[in-house]
């Protein structure tokens, strides 16, 4: 990197940041493009010539972040002070930061994916300013409407002003036929396509015991939760399913509506957004399976990760 290079992300990041600037105010003013300083203030946010710090109610512990991205090997951490451990008080918490997260990293041309779930939901309603990008649902539905993938990606694709890609069809069905009928959809398919391209992606981590889950649900609904917890299901992220070491258990792969873990690794970042003690195990089982590169928590859950042996 040159150091006029550096000069510049710092000039982009201070007439963004500081001088409250639009990405477009200061193409004009440069004379370059929008995309060029996207970049540039991505390229500043990795760099370290800007760091993050967001405010109550998520104040942020540097310490135990630090800690957490080095122990795990983790791309960011982000720990987050939250005024009670209460979920709701969690959730609203980590939806703010996830959100101003996003609004800082994602940049003109990505696409980004998204799961369902109750603090993802918080997060898509504290969406302000995101660069223009494409929304992909990455898993059919299996919680209720105010918490679905559907109204998530609706909710980010209108703060950004780009395309919103959903998946109209249940996150788990009963059999093969079923599923491979709902992915033959056209409107499912055309999502589906779009998992490959995917650039960035906020995934929530549902714990199964105890369970916290709303695919933990939509398995009781059809039938299969006893088989599922029979093979030690822990945790899943999307519709894939972990044991309590990271291992996947693919009973229900070809039940399922959603992206495949395969395309979920080849993501270059996967953001996991979960919180509360109850969910550590879980949280850890995302983490050693490799399927996560970066975790927005809470400080307690945080804490009990570090207390963990490696």
């Given at each position: 990197?040159?150091?006029?290079?550096?000069?510049?992300?710092?000039?982009?990041a201070?007439?963004?940041f500081?001088?409250?600037?639009?990405?477009?105010e200061?193409a004009?003013?440069?004379?370059i493009?929008?995309?060029k300083?996207?970049?540039?203030?991505?390229?500043?946010?990795?760099l370290g010539?800007?760091?993050?710090?967001?405010?109550?109610?998520?104040?942020?512990?540097?310490?135990?972040?630090?800690a957490?991205?080095?122990?795990?090997g983790?791309?960011?951490?982000?720990?987050v002070?939250?005024?009670?451990?209460r979920?709701e008080?969690?959730?609203?918490?980590?939806?703010r930061?996830g959100?101003?997260?996003?609004?800082?990293?994602?940049?003109?041309?990505?696409?980004?994916?998204?799961t369902?779930?109750?603090?993802?939901?918080?997060m898509?309603?504290?969406?302000?300013?995101?660069a223009h990008?494409?929304?992909?649902?990455l898993?059919?539905?299996?919680?209720?409407?105010?918490?679905?993938g559907?109204d998530?990606?609706?909710?980010?694709?209108?703060?950004s002003g780009?395309?919103a890609?959903?998946?109209?069809?249940?996150?788990?069905?009963?059999?093969?036929?079923?599923?491979?009928?709902?992915?033959?959809?056209?409107?499912?398919?055309e999502t589906?396509?779009?998992?490959?391209g995917v650039t960035?992606?906020?995934?929530?981590?549902?714990?199964?015991?105890?369970?916290?889950s709303?695919?933990?649900?939509?398995a009781?609904?059809?039938?299969?939760?006893?088989?599922?917890l029979s093979r030690?299901?822990?945790?899943e992220v999307?519709?894939?399913?972990?044991d309590?070491?990271?291992?996947?258990?693919?009973?229900?792969?070809?039940?399922?509506?959603?992206?495949?873990s395969?395309?979920?690794?080849?993501?270059?970042?996967?953001i996991?957004l979960?919180?509360?003690?109850?969910?550590?195990?879980?949280?850890?089982?995302a983490?050693d399976?490799g399927?996560i590169?970066s975790?927005?928590?809470?400080?307690g859950l945080?804490?009990?990760?570090?207390?963990?042996?490696?």
């Amino acid at each position: 990197m040159k150091r006029n290079d550096e000069e510049q992300m710092a000039d982009v990041a201070t007439r963004h940041f500081i001088g409250n600037r639009s990405r477009i105010e200061i193409a004009e003013e440069l004379g370059i493009s929008r995309f060029k300083v996207a970049r540039l203030l991505e390229q500043a946010i990795e760099l370290g010539i800007v760091t993050i710090d967001i405010g109550m109610p998520g104040v942020v512990d540097l310490d135990i972040s630090i800690a957490l991205q080095k122990r795990f090997g983790l791309k960011r951490a982000i720990a987050v002070m939250t005024p009670s451990p209460r979920p709701e008080v969690v959730q609203e918490a980590l939806g703010r930061v996830g959100a101003q997260l996003l609004s800082e990293i994602v940049v003109d041309g990505d696409v980004l994916g998204v799961t369902a779930g109750r603090t993802l939901s918080h997060m898509a309603h504290h969406i302000g300013e995101i660069a223009h990008c494409e929304v992909v649902q990455l898993a059919g539905v299996a919680g209720p409407v105010r918490e679905n993938g559907i109204d998530i990606v609706r909710r980010i694709a209108q703060a950004s002003g780009g395309n919103a890609y959903p998946i109209f069809a249940p996150l788990l069905v009963k059999d093969r036929a079923t599923a491979i009928a709902l992915r033959s959809d056209p409107v499912i398919h055309e999502t589906f396509r779009r998992f490959d391209g995917v650039t960035k992606a906020v995934v929530a981590i549902g714990s199964w015991n105890p369970p916290d889950s709303q695919l933990y649900d939509n398995a009781r609904n059809i039938g299969v939760l006893d088989d599922l917890l029979s093979r030690n299901v822990l945790a899943e992220v999307a519709a894939t399913l972990l044991d309590p070491h990271g291992q996947e258990i693919d009973t229900v792969v070809d039940r399922s509506v959603a992206v495949s873990s395969a395309q979920l690794r080849a993501i270059p970042d996967v953001i996991g957004l979960a919180g509360g003690t109850l969910k550590a195990a879980a949280v850890r089982s995302a983490i050693d399976s490799g399927l996560i590169t970066s975790l927005v928590t809470d400080t307690g859950l945080a804490q009990r990760l570090l207390s963990q042996p490696v």
